[in-house]
């Protein structure tokens, strides 16, 4: 089978900083869930970032979306429709009057009528136990809401591999068990970074862990002693 996603011999530093990636490495299939785990500041949401386009040059290095390398805007385009991407702080990701504004916004701006995109924005807004949120502004919603939102936002797309940056942080406990019940069940690839272990635990197959600029694979999970 083919992958889904490569990152391949990724070198990066932000200017002025040293190297914060070193060859590294990375295969996604599609389905498959996984984690990135690693010390705060081991580059993260940096590699997601550069995995979507928003951060450039690389020094060295191919982001490959179904075999093919990201070079053009088109391609990039195309990218941005098969990987969603949840930012590690959701009031970067909400920014309409309302939150099924936001929502109903990527559905419509892919070209979906607005009955498919009214339809779709609702069903992941159920899915997530949040409609009665719909039609709040971003700024009256709790953290927890927030990020549940931006969620939606990035479900509402439909995209066939997931990029999620902390989802679990500030979720209460319902939330965190429907989130984790929504993850094991959705036919899609994901890549979670996360210190939650035990969110992680339910949801995911591999674990990597980075440190010291590359993604190692761990055979074993770390378990609930970290
Ligand atoms: N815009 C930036 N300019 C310079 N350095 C940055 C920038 N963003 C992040 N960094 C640095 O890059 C490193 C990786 O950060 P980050 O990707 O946020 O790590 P993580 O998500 O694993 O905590 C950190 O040392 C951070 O301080
Ligand atoms: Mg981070």
Redesign the pocket.
Known sequence: MMPLLQVENLCFA?PG?PM?FKDLHLEIFPKEKVCII?K???????LFYIIMGLLGPLLKGKIILEGKEIRTKKDLRYLRRKVGFLLQDPEDQLFCPTLFDDVIFGPLNMGLSKDEAFEKAWQVLKMLNIEDLAHKPPYALSGGQKRLGALAAVLAMDPELLLLDEPSNGLDEEAWKNLIFILRNIDKAIVI?SHDTNFLEHVVSHWYE?SSGKLKILSKTPGRIL
């Open positions: 932000y900083n914060l690693g705060n500041g081991a580059g993260k949401t940096t970074a980075l």
